[in-house]
Each structure stands twice: as C-alpha cells, then as structure tokens.
C-alpha cells in the first residue's frame, strides 16, 4: 500500500500545484487591468514624448502632460479629443504649454489589423504662443492597449512640433500611483 501512495504522490503534487498556480494566474490578471480606462469608450493617458529640432536625430524638446480621448467607439457622438502638455527644451529652458482640442473626425476611423491600431482623421485647434490655430489636420493612432502617436500637420503651426508625431500612453500614473501626485 506505501508503493502505491508513492506512485500518487507525484499526481497529487501536481494537482496541489496547478491549484495554487490558477489562483495567482488570475490574480495577476485582475491587477494588470487598465484601471484608468474601464470602458472600451474613453483613454485617459499621458504624453511622454521627445522630438528635436529637425538638424539631428537627438532630442531637444521634451513633451509631458495628458489627455482624454472620450466617444471613440460611439455610433451617436463624435469622439472628443483634449490634451494638454508642458514642452520644455532638454537643457530645461524655453518652458511652455500647448493645448489640442476641438477634435472634428472626418469620416471614418480606420481600424489597421496588422499593427493592432485604430486611426482617427480630421482636424483640432492647437494653442500657439500667439493664439490657437484653428483647423490643424490631425492624426490621432491608438496603439493597441498601451500608446497613442498624435500627428498634426506642421505647415500650418510654423512646424512647432517637426514631423515627428508626439507619442503618449494609456495610462495615468497618477491614478495609478496617488501618493506621487500629491
């Protein structure tokens, strides 16, 4: 009978161990969850973003702020696009903001298989030093789960931002990390 139980043995601690496992594997799930955004309708993010002065490939501008891009999935409304950000240069001169709003789609978002994106075309209005410039082509990319690239088109903001889309994630780590942003 001691021969048998040592032959179970091995099955037995496999079973007590995938029963363990399940439990965290699921656990981990629940917490890596995008809390921030809890429906499929509304991102809330951050910028974090670099670009340069178009003459080498290293940065000289360093973008950080947020957004809100809400209705994105609606069939009713037109989504809503908001984002504020400081730009600062990387020596940490030359400190501004610049807004984006008044997002209009025009036509249909486009949804990009291959790279796991969805696309929204259409125009916003940009806060520049001297006032907002109405009508900016923009293109705002969903990159999958986690990113966001904006692209506005830079001949009509004196090429402020060069060619370079301002990038961003889908998550905030002040909701994420409260006692960082207090």
């Known amino acids: 009978m001691n021969y048998q139980f040592f032959r179970l043995l091995p099955i037995l601690a496999i079973v007590l161990l995938s029963s363990l496992v399940i439990p965290f594997g699921s656990l981990h799930t629940?917490?890596?969850?995008?809390?921030?955004?809890?429906?499929?309708?509304?991102i809330r993010g951050s910028i974090t973003s670099n670009t340069n002065?178009?003459?080498?490939?290293?940065?000289?501008?360093?973008?950080?702020?947020?957004?809100k891009f809400s209705n994105i999935n609606s069939m009713t409304a037109s989504p809503t696009f908001n984002s504020t950000f400081y730009m600062v240069k990387?020596?940490?001169?030359?400190?501004?903001?610049?807004?984006?709003?008044?997002?209009?789609?025009?036509?249909q978002q486009t949804i990009g298989n291959t790279?796991?994106?969805?696309?929204?075309n259409g125009t916003s209005t940009v806060t520049m030093r001297e006032d907002p410039v109405n009508n900016?082509?923009?293109?705002?990319?969903?990159?999958?789960?986690?990113?966001?690239?904006?692209?506005?088109?830079?001949?009509?903001?004196?090429?402020?931002?060069?060619?370079?889309?301002?990038?961003?994630?889908?998550?905030?780590?002040?909701?994420?990390?409260?006692?960082?942003?207090?």
């Open 136 to 182: 900016v082509p923009t293109q705002i990319n969903i990159l999958g789960d986690h990113a966001i690239s904006i692209n506005m088109d830079g001949s009509v903001i004196d090429n402020h931002f060069e060619s370079q889309p301002i990038f961003g994630t889908q998550h905030l780590i002040c909701v994420g990390q409260p006692s960082y942003c207090q």
């Open 115 to 120: 790279i796991n994106s969805t696309m929204y």
């Open 30 to 42: 629940a917490y890596s969850k995008n809390l921030i955004n809890p429906t499929d309708d509304t």
């Open 53 to 67: 002065n178009g003459t080498s490939v290293d940065p000289s501008w360093i973008l950080g702020g947020v957004f």
């Open 90 to 107: 990387v020596d940490g001169t030359a400190n501004h903001t610049h807004s984006i709003y008044d997002f209009k789609l025009a036509g």
